[in-house]
């Protein structure tokens, strides 16, 4: 099972999108230290590839946003249930619904 995640949001220039799932690593503006840690997509990688999937990301270029593909092996997230996120969305077997 395969779930796409697009934003309009920075993006990342063309040829990193295998360094922006490092642990620390942050892409703004040189010399510039960006909000949080930059260990968020470090740590989704890590919980995804336990669950035995992957995650890749590509881009057109910084401000052309972003797209996350999200791969599950069949099975891996049953019995997760429904959850309520904050945003009130509900999400099923554990992807949006």
């Given at each position: 099972?395969?779930?796409?995640?697009?934003?309009?949001?920075r993006?990342?220039?063309?040829g990193?999108?295998?360094?922006?799932?490092?642990?620390?690593?942050?892409?703004?503006e040189?010399?510039?230290r960006?909000?949080?840690?930059?260990?968020?997509?470090?740590?989704?990688?890590?919980?995804?590839?336990?669950?035995?999937?992957?995650?890749?990301?590509?881009?057109?270029?910084?401000?052309?946003?972003?797209?996350?593909?999200?791969?599950?092996?069949?099975?891996?997230?049953?019995?997760?249930?429904?959850?309520?996120?904050?945003?009130?969305?509900?999400?099923?077997g554990?992807?949006?619904?």
């Amino acid at each position: 099972m395969s779930v796409q995640i697009s934003d309009t949001g920075r993006g990342f220039e063309t040829g990193t999108s295998e360094a922006i799932f490092q642990p620390f690593a942050q892409f703004g503006e040189s010399g510039v230290r960006e909000h949080g840690l930059g260990l968020g997509l470090a740590i989704s990688r890590q919980l995804i590839e336990l669950l035995g999937g992957s995650i890749t990301a590509q881009s057109d270029g910084l401000g052309r946003g972003a797209m996350f593909t999200l791969t599950l092996p069949r099975g891996s997230v049953q019995g997760v249930g429904a959850i309520t996120t904050g945003a009130g969305a509900t999400t099923t077997g554990g992807l949006a619904g």
